[in-house]
């Protein structure tokens, strides 16, 4: 079986880099991602990343709290980069050139975002990882992810989550809910399955590009997303939901 995708956006949850810790990044965990990562590099995917920041600091929560919602968003975005610079160094340390792009100025750690750009890392090889979501209050980072697939012309949206598929109703509540294997855009939206904010969903629907939901856990799992075997839930506008 060849390569289904040749250019991808994964979208990495902030606590998929915290591993079993409460708050934080766990670098075992940061190592075993970048591998996985340069491993489908290897074959000559051209990866792109956005990286939410919740293991160090959610928006959301912290207005529930009493902060103004744009601040405590601001805060999240500067969470993301920090999550960013982690990642770029454990896969420049397995030799991937990696190039942090961040939606706010810090022309100190990173380049600025700049679409052109971004492609030109990409085409020649340059794992591109954007950070400070959208650089912009009340979208999140799933809104980024969908943004920036758009912009950069990506063939798809790995989700990689701790579940390996979307179901019917919450797997952990419910020992007898159904994954899916594939769902029309419509399908996600009507049903609220939360699979990404209806923002996201809405953004993928008009650009026509699907998203793959899997486990992150099982390793190898990335790898074989990009080689088209099924393991885990496609969206998708030609999809049926099955």
Known sequence: ???????????LSGEALMGDLG????????????????DVVATG?????????????????????????????????????????????????????????????MQEVAEPYIRRRAIRHLEKGRVV?????????????DTTAALRAAEIDANVIFKATKVDGIYDSDPVLNPNARRF????YSHVLMHDLRVMDSTAIALCKENNIPIMVFDL??????????????????????????
Do not use: W
Request: glycine share 14%.
């Open 1 to 11: 079986m060849g390569i289904v995708y040749q250019r991808i956006l994964l979208k």
């Open 23 to 38: 708050y934080g990044i766990d670098p075992a965990v940061v190592q075993e991602i970048a591998e996985e990562i340069a």
């Open 45 to 105: 995917v051209q990866v792109a990343v956005v990286v939410g920041g919740g293991n160090i600091f959610r928006g959301l929560k912290a207005a529930a709290g009493g902060m103004d919602r744009a601040t405590g968003d601001y805060i999240g975005m500067i969470a993301t980069v920090m999550n960013a610079m982690t990642l770029q160094d454990a896969l420049e340390r397995k030799s991937v050139p990696t190039r942090v792009q961040t939606a706010i100025a």
């Open 129 to 141: 990882i954007f950070g400070a979501g959208s650089g912009n209050p009340f979208f999140t980072t």
């Open 181 to 184: 294997q594939t769902l029309t």
């Open 217 to 242: 856990s099982v390793r190898g799992n990335i790898h074989r997303a990009v080689m088209g075997e099924p393991v885990g839930t496609v969206v998708g506008g030609s999809c049926e939901v099955s």
